[in-house]
């Protein structure tokens, strides 16, 4: 049991996954005060790694064709890709993220916990079956089905690679930070772990490897929260009133953790981060590619249902931890770093920052043996979703980029797929190089930027795609990349970036989150360059719509599914 | 070239009961996601503009009116999904199918 000294490093916030605000409110995780090493999380760890790769390895001889390489062969049953897409979307931000947020600022946790979910309903009853009656294997073959392929195919792979670089970047330095702190291993070898267990899911086990990854860290996450909730939840006999009424009185802010603080302050910013999240849920690549796992529409509307209530319930949990954690923590200093004469911060002065506020929680609830098992949980939840980011990437390189827009489908499955491999282990070790890059800086905006990106370009791209039988090639790729482009921007350009990372001065966008102009930008370009396109072309291309709306709706001739 | 699935599609597009049926399919979707988008941005609205009313205490006790205001938008969510699901299982789909069968 030797803690292993780590360098400090100043200022650099843990994203997990976590937004701007979160960060700013909920603090870095501090790779300075590692912890000893725990034994029982190691421990716990190895067997769960030990059985991802057992069945990787079983996934890896059912894995013969494309369909199964991208698709898991469409065998997942909807329950099942239900909670393999909470596993998916569920990241570490969600858990130490918005538990810590609730530790700090209580009731703004709650804010947060509920834009991360309202985006389910929309991907149900705008995106998700249609998705899968005119889709194969990514959503670039639904925005390419009636329009020209290499142009709008390389604006998907655009669009899903920018969402996968800057939602993995925050990962990979978050899942360092956690890796360094919990199990006190270097952060670089801690990069390279993750690295290599993503890839090693996803180059040999393909889709199914990295469906029953996520699948089984959804379970362990749910069974580990609610169990966490629960011990919270007893201990005041199951009172809330008992539980909120003991934590306005042990925490420094008091009553004014029950009601709105400082995460939302003007109408403009709550929209647009309103907007980023409730639409750039229905346009992340990784989640999208997760119904093309299923027989049929019917089985993703299935899947959809089944994730809404595991995530939705999952929220609920963490909002329970985080006042659990004000309630068991503040007042015991071995949680705190102590200044003169034994006094403490109860909230920056948690040990490794108030995203630990959860994993804290676990040991004074469970002893050591508990810690190890949340340890290994938190874990378990980043390589999931790395493994999805990464599929996914993986596959916009070979189906869309490779296959579809420069080979003009004369590539062999098995050369799609072998491609595919090896895009991912290129994706692995760029992900290692940039984790190892972004160390020292603040990235909490990354994934900000990730969900800006999604709703500003895949988003308005897909569904007008599906809906708006006058969109032509011209207006969905001038839509894409102004709404990209300027997302990109206005991030670079906001508060959060030029001032926190870059060091100016002053801000030259005012907004954290752009996804109100961005969103608007897109849009609106994908309807005046549609209209303004008059050409032969273009004509035709609307000619098309008519089929293409009949097999969205019925199901007609969709890859591999039986007939309604 | 033309494919028998082609042929069905075509036959599909000229049939008025598929239009009726989608049109009414899409405005309960229409209908819900709306209602979805009202009730999120109506909830982050009344954060931005009256957080002194979602900080005031229900009854004598500390437990705020945002509290149950919050997690009501999350079980919103799940209920509205619920509804969707429901309707989808136990009506479009079987007229659906009906609709293609005929048109076989």
């Known amino acids: 049991m030797c803690p292993i000294p780590l360098a400090a490093w100043g200022g650099g916030a843990l994203a997990l996954g976590a937004f701007v605000d979160v960060a700013h409110a909920a603090g870095p995780i501090e790779g300075a005060d590692a912890q000893a090493l725990n034994v029982e999380a190691v421990v716990m760890f190895l067997v769960f790694v030990a059985a991802t790769l057992a069945i990787t390895k079983w996934a890896a001889n059912r894995t013969r064709s494309a369909a199964d390489f991208y698709a898991a062969g469409g065998n997942v049953t909807g329950f099942q890709n239900g909670l393999a897409i909470a596993g998916d979307y569920m990241s570490a931000a969600s858990f130490l993220g918005i538990s810590g947020l609730v530790f700090s600022s209580g009731f703004d946790g709650l804010i947060y916990s509920v834009g991360w979910l309202v985006g389910w309903p929309i991907v149900l009853f705008l995106i998700a079956e249609r998705l899968r009656n005119l889709g194969r294997y990514t959503f670039a073959d639904v925005a390419a089905f009636r329009l020209a392929a290499r142009p709008i195919r390389t604006l998907s792979a655009v669009g899903t690679l920018a969402v996968v670089a800057f939602y993995l970047i925050a990962q990979m330095v978050g899942a360092g930070k956690l890796i360094e702190l919990l199990f006190g291993l270097p952060y670089l070898y801690a990069e390279i772990l993750v690295g290599g267990l993503m890839v090693t899911y996803v180059a040999f086990g393909g889709m199914v490897a990295t469906t029953w990854v996520q699948i089984i860290k959804a379970c362990l996450l749910l069974c580990g929260a609610t169990f966490l909730a629960a011990m919270v939840l007893i201990h005041f006999d199951f009172s809330t009133e008992a539980l909120f009424q003991r934590a306005t009185e042990v925490h420094p802010e008091g009553l004014s953790i029950m009601a709105p603080g400082k995460l939302v302050t003007d109408p403009i910013s709550a929209v647009s981060l309103g907007l980023a999240l409730m639409f750039g849920t229905a346009g992340l690549p990784h989640i999208l590619m997760r119904f093309f796992t299923v027989r049929d529409a019917k089985a993703a509307r299935k899947s959809v249902y089944f994730a809404t209530g595991f995530i939705g319930y999952f929220y609920i949990l963490t909002f329970i931890i985080g006042f659990g954690a004000i309630t068991l923590l503040m007042n015991d200093p071995s949680y705190f770093k102590s200044g003169e004469g034994g006094s403490y911060d109860k909230i920056s002065g948690l040990i490794g920052g108030t995203n630990m506020a959860a994993v804290h929680l676990s040991k004074a609830i469970g002893g050591s043996l508990f810690l190890g098992f949340i340890s290994a949980v938190a874990f378990a939840t980043i390589l999931a979703v790395v493994a999805g980011l990464t599929l996914a990437g993986a596959s916009a ?132 360059f549609s209209k303004l396109n008059r050409s032969p072309h273009a004509d035709a291309e609307r000619a098309l719509f008519d089929a293409q709306f009949v097999r969205s709706e019925t199901g007609i001739g969709a890859a591999g599914a039986t007939a309604h | 070239m033309r494919s028998e699935t082609d042929a069905l599609i075509e036959r599909m597009q000229r049939d008025p009961e598929f239009h009726e049926l989608v049109r009414e399919r899409s405005r309960f979707a229409w209908g819900l996601s709306a209602l979805m988008i009202a009730i999120y941005f109506g909830f982050i609205l009344f954060v931005a503009f009256w957080p002194e009313a979602l900080g005031a205490p229900i009854g004598s006790g500390v437990t705020t009116v945002g509290i149950p205001l919050g997690l009501g938008v999350i079980l919103s969510a799940f209920v509205l999904t619920g509804l969707y699901v429901h309707r989808a299982n136990a009506k479009f789909d079987a007229l659906i199918h009906r609709i293609i069968e005929r048109a076989k």
Not at chain 1, 469 to 491: D, E, K
Not at chain 1, 497 to 520: E, H, K, R
């Open chain 1, 397 to 528: 390189v070979s189906h869309d980029l490779y296959a579809n827009a420069f080979a003009n489908d004369r590539v062999s499955e098995h050369t799609e797929v072998r491609l595919s491999k090896i895009a991912a282990v290129a994706i692995g070790i760029v992900a290692i190089i940039l984790g190892y890059v972004f160390e020292k800086q603040n990235v909490a905006f990354m994934v900000g930027l990730a969900f800006a990106v999604a709703a500003s370009c895949n988003f308005p791209v897909l569904l007008m795609s599906v809906f708006w039988g006058g969109m032509t090639t011209r207006g969905a790729l001038a839509g894409g990349f102004l709404g990209l482009g300027s997302a990109i921007v206005m991030v670079v350009l906001s508060p959060a970036v030029w001032v926190t990372t870059f060091g100016f001065q002053s801000a030259l966008f005012p907004y954290d989150n752009p996804a109100l102009f961005s969103m608007s930008l897109a849009f609106s370009s994908i309807y005046i």
